[in-house]
């Protein structure tokens, strides 16, 4: 028998994910689409006023605040989306060293603060996938495995 006013028989919705995991993915590709945006449709771009130049690292160290708050609170979270966040990491440190070959074979002349700017990209993608491995993965063992039943 179902009784009246109990509960039984409604459909239960559970949250996916933490929006922290979707904000932590939408800023990953965000950063770099702006930066590459930036050091591929402004080539050879450089500021004049000084105080510029201090602009990147600022951005960087932003960045890698937020990613890592949004990380520490969602790192015990072992769902799908966590997985994907961490593969997502790696991604603006792949554009940044496309940008840098392409620079290297002559195809992209890019400006002192340009290359600056694309250190700072590399460092603090690098930074923040390697925090996110190591967080996900070493700190809480989590691990990934493949069941075959």
């Known amino acids: 028998m179902l009784a009246a006013g ?3 028989g409604r459909t239960a919705h559970a949250r996916v994910a933490h929006p922290e995991e979707y ?3 939408l800023m990953a590709l965000a950063g770099a689409g702006c ?3 930036f050091l591929w449709l402004d ?4 500021p004049q006023n000084p105080v510029v130049w201090a602009i990147p690292g600022w951005i960087g160290g932003a960045y890698l605040f937020l990613q890592i708050l949004f990380l520490l609170v969602s790192a015990t979270q ?6 994907f966040d961490s593969i997502i990491a790696i991604v603006p440190v792949v554009a ?4 840098v070959v392409e620079w290297l074979l002559g ?8 290359l ?3 250190a700072l990209l590399i460092a603090t993608s690098l930074a923040e996938f390697l925090l996110t491995i190591w967080i996900r993965f070493v700190l809480n063992r989590r691990t990934i495995a493949i069941d075959t039943a």
């Open 6 to 8: 109990t509960g039984i």
């Open 23 to 25: 904000l932590s993915i």
């Open 35 to 37: 930066a590459l945006a």
């Open 43 to 46: 080539p050879s771009y450089s």
């Open 78 to 83: 072992i769902r799908i989306l966590g997985v």
């Open 96 to 99: 940044g060293l496309v940008t």
């Open 107 to 114: 195809h992209l002349p890019l400006s002192s603060f340009q």
């Open 116 to 118: 600056n700017a694309l």
